[in-house]
């Protein structure tokens, strides 16, 4: 099946580090990743689409000079939390959608999620 | 914001019940899915739903959709208590309106031995 990796599992900064989250489709390519936040015991919302060799789509009250997302190759997407403070504290995760092979729909596989704390 | 609705919040069974989540949303749509995502861990796809489709089985799960309603449900049947875990629906738009999921605000539910 389809697998999606995200690296570091979890990572603790402190307040004004930045902090690079990586996301990999590992045995398929994907022209478009998605990146997602959810606080605890919340849902996950949607940050920005990464496009591969493109710049990014945010979401509308995401800062995209904060959350810098590069999507250099069609199997790894990058998640960059510029000058994070303790508000950025989340669980960070990632879903990558395969080429379309003439599927009806582009499902997503999801990444097993990223925890940042900020100190 | 677009966000689905779910109920209820959170479900408390015991194991061999039936557990069924509700799922709402405001727009039209492509398809509806459901995820499990256990405590601090990423989602597992379990089940999608075409908007032209009214009912799906999987294993122990039947899942219902009401295009009217913009309502969906999911029904775990003879639960288990490896069936704890947070389950949300996601809706993506109709075809040409891309492919970003919307999440729905989430069941968490609890099956006690």
């Known amino acids: 099946g389809a697998v999606v990796s995200q690296h570091p599992s979890r990572v603790i900064c402190k307040s004004g580090t930045s902090v690079k989250i990586e996301c990999r489709s590992l045995?398929?390519?994907?022209?478009?990743m998605f990146w997602y936040r959810q606080f605890p015991k919340q849902s996950l919302m949607l940050m920005a689409t990464?496009?591969?060799?493109?710049?990014?789509?945010?979401e509308q009250g995401v800062e995209k000079d904060k959350f810098l997302i590069n999507h250099a190759s069609l199997t790894l997407s990058t998640l960059t939390v510029t000058s994070a403070h303790p508000e950025d504290s989340s669980f960070y995760i990632c879903?990558?959608?395969?080429?379309?092979?003439?599927?009806?729909?582009?499902?997503?596989?999801f990444g097993p999620g990223t925890r940042l704390t900020v100190l | 914001s677009q966000q689905g609705e779910e109920d209820p919040q959170a479900l408390s069974i015991q194991e061999g019940e039936n557990a069924t989540m509700n799922c709402s949303y405001k727009t039209s749509i492509n398809n509806l899915q459901w995820y499990r995502q256990n405590s601090g861990r990423g989602l597992v796809h379990l089940i999608l739903?075409?908007?032209?489709?009214r009912e799906k089985h999987s294993g122990r799960l039947r899942v219902t959709l009401d295009t009217s309603k913009k309502s969906s449900s999911l029904l775990i049947t003879a639960s288990r208590a490896a069936d704890t875990a947070s389950y949300f629906c996601a809706t993506d738009p109709p075809r040409g309106g891309g492919n970003k999921l919307t999440f729905g605000t989430g069941t968490q539910l609890k099956v006690e031995l």
């Open positions: 879903s990558a959608s395969p080429i379309s092979g003439g599927q009806p729909y582009n499902e997503q596989f």
């Open positions: 045995d398929f390519q994907a022209t478009t």
């Open positions: 739903i075409r908007s032209n489709e």
């Open positions: 990464s496009n591969e060799g493109s710049k990014a789509t945010y």
